[in-house]
């Protein structure tokens, strides 16, 4: 198994509110609906007020790289990678567990 975890944090003058960053968030909300690759997903916006603190994150997890590399690819992984790539910079770590 690979855990896949991504943290967000939002670029400066965006809010969680800021209708950019919603659409982002709903983008990969039920993604392990679409993707059957997935077997574990969660994701949701941080309610940590501490400044080092990051906005929005993702766990998750596939069954190999295999996996990895076919949720990666997904249209729909695409097109919310698109959104927030307009809203935020993030950072990634994949490891096996």
């Given at each position: 198994?690979?855990?896949?975890?991504?943290?967000?944090?939002?670029?400066?003058?965006?809010?969680?509110?800021?209708?950019?960053?919603?659409?982002?968030?709903?983008?990969?909300?039920?993604?392990?609906?679409?993707?059957?690759?997935?077997?574990?997903?969660?994701?949701?916006?941080?309610?940590?007020?501490?400044?080092?603190?990051?906005?929005?994150?993702?766990?998750?997890?596939?069954a190999d790289s295999d996996?990895?590399?076919?949720?990666?690819?997904?249209?729909?992984?695409?097109?919310?990678?698109?959104?927030?790539r307009e809203i935020a910079t993030w950072v990634i770590?994949?490891?096996?567990?």
């Amino acid at each position: 198994m690979i855990r896949h975890l991504v943290l967000f944090k939002l670029n400066d003058g965006i809010a969680k509110d800021d209708p950019r960053a919603v659409a982002a968030a709903a983008a990969f909300d039920g993604l392990d609906k679409e993707i059957q690759e997935l077997t574990f997903w969660e994701c949701g916006w941080n309610v940590s007020e501490r400044p080092i603190a990051v906005d929005f994150a993702i766990n998750s997890a596939v069954a190999d790289s295999d996996a990895l590399k076919v949720y990666l690819e997904h249209p729909a992984h695409q097109a919310g990678v698109a959104l927030w790539r307009e809203i935020a910079t993030w950072v990634i770590a994949d490891y096996p567990y």
